[in-house]
C-alpha cells in the first residue's frame, strides 16, 4: 500500500510540474531586461501565412492586412494556397490584383512547413512575421517588433495571443484557461532569458539563416527555436498582440491537438541532436516546458494505475467501488451538462489526444498536411 501511495504521489508530482511546479521555479530565479532596445530599428519586415480551404477567416484577414499596409505602406505580405478546394486562392489573387499581398499558388499538396519555406525564400525583408490565415494582427505589433529586433541578441519574438470566443462552449473555455499559462510560462522564460520557441499563430524571427523543416515537423517550433542554437535570445512579448478564435467542438479539438502532439513530438526527436548547444539553463528549461510537458498524459495514467493498486491491495475487489461510483457520478454530471463536468471532461480528452498523438509519433507516423477546425469559424 505505501509502495503503491508513493509512485501514485510521485507520477502526479511529476503530471503537475510542468504546469504548476516549473513556473513557481521560474518566478524564483533573477530577471533581467527583456531587451536592450538601439537607435538602429527595424523597418524591413515580410508578412507571411498559409492557408488551406480558409474563404471563411480570409475576409477578416485580408481587412487586416489592409489596415496594416495603410500604416505600413512598405510591409510585404506573402500569402500562399496549398492547393485549396475553396476559394481560398480566388480570393488572395483578388488581394494581389488590388496590391495587398502577393499569392503564392502550390501546385500539389505538400503542407504548411513547405509553403512557409517558398514564403520565406520569396521575401525581402529583414524580419519575417509569421501568422496564420485566422489570425489578426493588433496594429501596433510591427511598432512593437522594429523596438526589439534593434536589439542585435534577439533572433525571435513570439507575440501574445489573445482568442475571442472563448466563452462559447466548455470546449473554448479550458483551451483558454491552457493558453493563458502558456503565456504566462512563456513571460517568465523570457525574463529569465529565453523562451522555448513560439506558437505559429504569431511570431517573428530575423529572415536570415532560415532552417530547412522536414515536411512532417512543426515548421513553427523549428523556426522559432533556431535561433537559440546560433546564441541569440528568444522572447514572448506582451506587446505584440494578435487574435484568433478557439476551436469550440470537441470532436475537432481532438483531432488538432492529436496531429499537433504527434508533430511535436517528431520535432522533439529530430531536434534532439542540437539540445546540446543550447546552455544548461535552456537545457532545463526545454526539458521541463517541452519534453515533459508533453508526457504528463502518461504520468497521470500511472499515478491512478498505482492509486488503483494500492486500492486493491488494501480492500481487494471492493476497493474498485469508490472508483466506479465516483466515476458514474461524474459522468451523470457530464451528461446533464455540469459546467465543471463538462471542462473536467475537456481537459480528459485534450490530455488523451496528447497521448495519442505521441504514440502515433512513436509508432512513425506522419502528418504533413492540415485542415481548418470547422467549429473555428462557427
Not at 502526479?12 to 533581467?32: E, T
Not at 525581402?124 to 496594429?139: E, P, Q, S, Y
Not at 502528418?367 to 462557427?378: F, G, K, V
Amino acid at each position: 500500500m505505501v509502495v503503491f501511495l508513493a509512485l501514485s504521489l510521485l507520477c502526479f508530482a511529476v503530471f503537475l510540474y510542468p504546469f504548476l511546479i516549473y513556473p513557481f521555479l521560474l518566478a524564483r530565479l533573477p530577471k533581467q531586461p527583456l531587451c536592450t532596445p538601439r537607435e538602429n530599428a527595424v523597418t524591413s519586415f515580410t508578412l507571411v501565412f498559409c492557408a488551406y480551404n480558409e474563404e471563411n477567416a480570409l475576409p477578416e484577414k485580408l481587412g487586416n492586412i489592409r489596415e496594416l499596409k495603410a500604416r505600413y505602406p512598405g510591409l510585404e505580405v506573402l500569402g500562399y494556397s496549398d492547393v485549396s478546394e475553396d476559394r481560398t486562392l480566388e480570393m488572395l489573387q483578388a488581394a494581389e490584383a488590388e496590391g495587398l499581398l502577393t499569392a503564392v499558388p502550390a501546385t500539389e499538396r505538400l503542407g504548411k512547413a513547405w509553403g512557409m519555406r517558398q514564403l520565406v525564400a520569396r521575401a525581402t525583408g529583414d524580419v519575417v512575421i509569421f501568422t496564420d490565415a485566422n489570425v489578426t494582427l493588433d496594429l501596433d505589433a510591427i511598432d512593437h517588433l522594429s523596438i526589439y529586433f534593434s536589439d542585435p541578441q534577439i533572433g525571435t519574438v513570439a507575440g501574445h495571443l489573445h482568442y475571442l470566443n472563448q466563452s462559447d462552449s466548455a470546449t473554448a473555455d479550458v483551451g483558454n484557461r491552457y493558453w493563458t499559462l502558456e503565456e504566462r510560462i512563456k513571460a517568465l522564460e523570457s525574463q529569465t532569458g529565453s523562451t522555448m520557441g513560439a506558437d505559429g499563430a504569431i511570431f517573428a524571427r530575423r529572415r536570415a539563416d532560415y532552417p530547412e523543416v522536414p515536411p512532417h515537423l512543426l515548421d513553427d517550433l523549428t523556426a522559432s527555436i533556431s535561433p537559440l542554437f546560433d546564441g541569440y535570445r528568444v522572447i514572448s512579448a506582451p506587446d505584440v498582440v494578435a487574435y484568433e478564435r478557439l476551436t469550440t467542438d470537441s470532436r475537432d479539438e481532438y483531432r488538432r491537438k492529436r496531429r499537433i502532439a504527434c508533430r511535436a513530438f517528431n520535432t522533439h526527436r529530430y531536434l534532439a541532436p542540437r539540445l546540446r548547444e543550447m546552455s544548461g539553463m535552456d537545457r532545463f528549461k526545454y526539458t521541463s516546458h517541452k519534453l515533459l510537458r508533453w508526457f504528463s498524459p502518461m504520468f497521470l495514467a500511472m499515478s491512478g494505475g498505482c492509486a488503483i493498486l494500492g486500492l486493491f491491495d488494501v480492500m481487494g475487489i471492493a476497493g474498485l467501488v469508490p472508483l466506479l461510483t465516483g466515476s458514474l457520478v461524474a459522468y451523470v454530471l457530464w451528461k446533464r451538462g455540469d459546467a465543471r463536468a463538462q471542462k473536467a471532461g475537456e481537459i480528459i480528452l485534450a490530455l488523451l489526444a496528447t497521448a495519442h498523438g505521441i504514440f502515433e509519433s512513436l509508432q512513425g507516423k506522419a502528418y504533413q498536411t492540415w485542415a481548418p477546425a470547422q467549429s473555428r469559424n462557427i
